[in-house]
């Protein structure tokens, strides 16, 4: 009887813990959220951002500027939304690469998933490839699996020369990613015309100018379902940095697990391309700093990746439409001149005898 007290008590004390860790997390990003919101390259006053979202979500009868509310609820909410979704996709996508591949350089932009997404997309989008049928996701989606079986491919042909493993399979990422850039910027070339090709290589870089409601019913599911998958398997991805061959051993089906998990990552990166274009860094450098700050095991590392994520995209668009007045940047040079750095800082101060992974 002592004994299920205790386990009671257990228990009670983990539902007590998740629930708190739940709500403060609910709360930062309901914070981050609100400032993705209310800071833009148009000044808005932070009543008016209270009173557009009360009349929006409780059917309130606030007096509200026609303008102000658009600019609150169709152009900054949609961003923010979008912004968390993109930024925890793409961290949660860096973990589990990390993991799988066991090297701390494999991302979705690096190994140029990112890059074959980009294609598929723009071949849909240009071409009219499917006569309507394939949407841009799903061609995103093409090129994204396209992508990542060149480079197991040519990691499997180039097997035994030079090199580790893991160095090939970076190597591979490498060729892929310019491989596909260039198929993309030949598409562009003789598709599209010049204001075509300036609006396309501008979302290329990451662009959510044009994001809108419809993007947001699309990126949340997408995160949502993404995510859960791969946290479904954090105790596989435990097994997985030391190896397929220890996580075989511990009964652990190593190619299911594998297909799985890659279909999710791929899925996640190649609609989030189709929405705002591919942005690098963001799941290089997150799942580090998430690891410093929670180790390595993958019930936790997963989720708060996801967060830092999503704050950290969300952060770096408010600076895209604030850093130069009257233009707004590409995301995707902001998570560059932060992701850069930051990087440099995590590889020079971390101890890599914390990290299990393999650094070529």
């Known amino acids: 009887m002592s004994e299920l007290r205790r386990t009671r008590h257990a228990m009670s004390q983990l539902a007590g813990r998740t629930l708190f860790h739940a709500l403060w997390v609910s709360m930062v990003m309901c914070g981050v959220l609100l400032a993705g919101i209310s800071i833009g390259e148009t000044v808005i006053p932070w009543q008016h951002v209270s009173h557009t979202l009360a009349n929006r979500l409780f059917d309130t009868q606030y007096a509200v500027d026609a303008l102000d509310a658009g600019i609150i609820w169709n152009y900054r909410l949609t961003r923010a939304l979008v912004s968390a979704c993109c930024g925890a996709c793409l961290a949660v996508s860096g973990v589990v690469l990390q993991s799988l591949l066991r090297n701390a350089l494999a991302e979705p932009y690096l190994l140029g998933i990112s ?22 996701s799903l061609g995103a989606f093409i090129g994204a699996l396209t992508a990542f079986l060149f480079v197991a491919l040519l990691a499997m042909a180039a097997r035994g020369k030079s090199g580790s493993a893991t160095t090939q399979i970076i190597l591979a990422g490498i060729a892929s990613s310019q491989l596909f850039n260039a198929i993309t910027s030949l598409i562009i070339t003789r598709s599209a015309n010049a204001e075509q090709a300036r609006g396309i290589m501008f979302w290329l870089l990451g662009n959510l100018s044009g994001v809108r409601w419809p993007d947001v019913v699309l990126a949340i599911p997408t995160a949502l379902i993404g995510i859960v998958v791969c946290f479904c398997y954090a105790r596989h991805l435990d097994a997985f940095s030391f190896g397929a061959e220890s996580a075989a051993s511990l009964g652990i089906p190593v190619k299911r697990t594998r297909g799985v998990l890659i279909a999710a990552v791929t899925g996640m990166t190649a609609i989030m391309v189709s929405i705002v274009g591919a942005i690098g860094f963001v799941g290089l450098v997150i799942p580090h700093a998430a690891r410093l700050l929670v180790g390595n095991q993958h019930h936790r590392l997963l989720p708060v990746s996801a967060l830092i994520g999503a704050i950290f995209l969300i952060v770096a668009d408010v600076i895209s439409r604030t850093l130069l007045p009257g233009q707004v ?16 800082i995590i590889l020079i101060r971390g101890n890599p005898g914390k990290c299990p992974l393999i650094l070529w």
């Open 115 to 136: 890059a074959g997404a980009s294609t598929g997309a723009v071949l849909i989008a240009l071409t009219g490839l499917g006569a309507g049928i394939i949407s841009m």
């Open 329 to 344: 940047l590409p995301i995707g040079v902001i998570t560059a001149l932060v992701g850069a750095p930051a990087f440099a």
